[in-house]
């Protein structure tokens, strides 16, 4: 598989400068493809805690059933990301992975890590940073859902996908894909299908965003940054402290 066309490759390259040798090992964790269709479970809350999947195309969240019966969206996947970071302690998975839309993962077993981790002690340390800044961004969202108003959580949202989205698309100004239904945005967020509806609608009146089918244009995105008090997690990271080379 080539590289050149690896979106990990291009998110890892965005933080440190990768060698051939990182590279070949990226490229290992790709190396098998399976495509899911829209609407399917990959594993389930339970399951053996065996593989890790690479996102190559599409989009897919992960989520917890509520006592209740409600779903609780926990995190939405993009190309580019490693899926299963959380779970590598465990021996049984702690949520569900379903898809979006139609994708391509790249699964990979847990003991793939190794030879990373004995052979490029920078690509190691910029994994780990990965994964504990994903704490942050989480404890940033559980900050949205519990202390801000429907609007504020929205825009939360818009912003953190956009930022992310910015990593492996270095053309992307001001306009995203957004392949996730009100329901599935509700579950993500703590709201009702019928609020996502009213705070899309006002959002777009009031002149922040324009909706045009599954794109969305975000308008003004200082302003709203400033209403969510959004803060970039994904455009810089301190890599003082890896490993020299």
């Not at 290992?28 to 690479?54: C, H, M, P, W």
């Not at 209740?68 to 465990?90: C, E």
């Not at 709201?191 to 045009?212: A, K």
Request: hydrophobic share 40%.
């Amino acid at each position: 598989m080539s590289t050149h066309s690896s979106c990990l490759v291009t998110k890892l390259s965005h933080y440190i400068a990768l060698s051939e040798g990182d590279k070949d090992h990226l490229a290992s964790l790709e190396k098998t493809e399976r495509g899911f269709d829209d609407g399917v479970e990959i594993y389930q809350n339970g399951d053996t805690a065996t593989d890790l999947f690479v996102v190559k195309t599409g989009w897919l969240f992960s989520y917890t059933d509520l006592p209740d019966g409600r779903r609780q969206i926990v995190k939405i996947h993009h190309p580019g990301d490693i899926i299963g970071f959380p779970d590598i302690a465990l021996k049984r998975i702690t949520t569900t992975l379903r898809t979006a839309e139609s994708v391509i993962l790249c699964p990979f077993p847990k003991s793939s890590l190794d030879v990373i981790l004995r052979e490029s002690p920078r690509l190691s340390a910029l994994l780990l940073s990965i994964g504990l800044r994903d704490q942050v961004v989480f404890i940033d969202l559980l900050r949205a859902m519990g202390r801000m108003k429907a609007q504020e959580r929205v825009a939360y949202m818009l912003l953190d996908l956009i930022a992310r989205l910015r990593i492996t698309n270095h053309k992307m100004t001001d306009t995203i894909r957004l392949p996730l239904t009100q329901s599935q945005i509700g579950d993500y967020l703590g709201l009702t299908n019928v609020y996502i509806s009213r705070t899309f609608i006002r959002m777009e009146e009031d002149g922040y965003i324009l909706r045009h089918g599954s794109g969305l244009q975000i308008l003004r995105e200082d302003e709203l940054a400033e209403m969510s008090d959004f803060r970039d997690r994904y455009a810089e990271m301190d890599t003082s402290w890896f490993p020299e080379r």
